[in-house]
């Protein structure tokens, strides 16, 4: 039964696991941030540090794996044209450029005014309510185009 399992079945497993360990965290953010942010009001900007660190040194090295992976799968078994893998590979493009582009400079961007706003010792500022929503929204549409990509992988609508 060992035998029968190929390298096609390691990679894919690899690409499972990669998913998880980049995409897992992020939808335990909205719960670690409300704890973080009910617990200390003044350590926001760690809480940011935190996603940066995340981002970059986890996130963004796990879904170069699922990339590599999933070119590998594809190439191997199926097509790049099959239309549930070219619309995935989109996605994770589009994952990547949200992640470098908007995600991690907001979040650069939210350590450095929660840190001013604590140095003032108020309330948080409008600049940093304001880059807070941008980053939950552009976050919603990460996590959505997620759920999309899970369940192509998982239909393969057309395959
Ligand atoms: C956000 C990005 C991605 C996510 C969340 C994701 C998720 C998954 C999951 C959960 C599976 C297992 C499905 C199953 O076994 O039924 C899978 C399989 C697969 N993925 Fe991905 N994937 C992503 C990106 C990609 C990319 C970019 C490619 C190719 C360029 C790719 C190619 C494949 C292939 C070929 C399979 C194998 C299907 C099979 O043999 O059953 N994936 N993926």
Do not use: C, N
């Not at 029968?4 to 696991?17: N, S």
């Not at 350590?43 to 986890?58: I, K, N």
């Not at 090295?61 to 070119?71: N, Q, R, S």
């Amino acid at each position: 039964m060992l035998l029968a399992v190929g390298l096609y079945d390691v990679v894919l497993t690899i690409h499972i696991l990669a998913v998880v360990v980049a995409f897992g965290v992020v939808f335990a953010y909205p719960l670690l941030d409300a704890q973080i942010r009910r617990a200390g009001p003044g350590d926001v900007a760690a809480l940011h540090r935190l996603h940066l660190a995340l981002a970059s040194r986890l996130i963004t090295p796990a879904m170069v794996v699922v990339l590599l992976a999933g070119l590998y799968l594809a190439l191997d078994r199926w097509s790049l044209g099959d239309g549930w893998i070219s619309a995935t590979f989109a996605i994770l493009i589009v994952l990547f450029g949200l992640v470098g582009a908007v995600l991690t400079p907001t979040d650069r961007r939210l350590a450095e005014l929660a840190e001013r706003d604590a140095a003032a010792g108020g309330a948080p500022s409008e600049d940093y309510l304001r880059a807070s929503r941008k980053a939950a929204l552009f976050g919603s549409l990460a996590l959505g185009l997620v759920v999309v990509a899970v369940f192509l992988m998982a239909a393969k609508p057309g395959a």
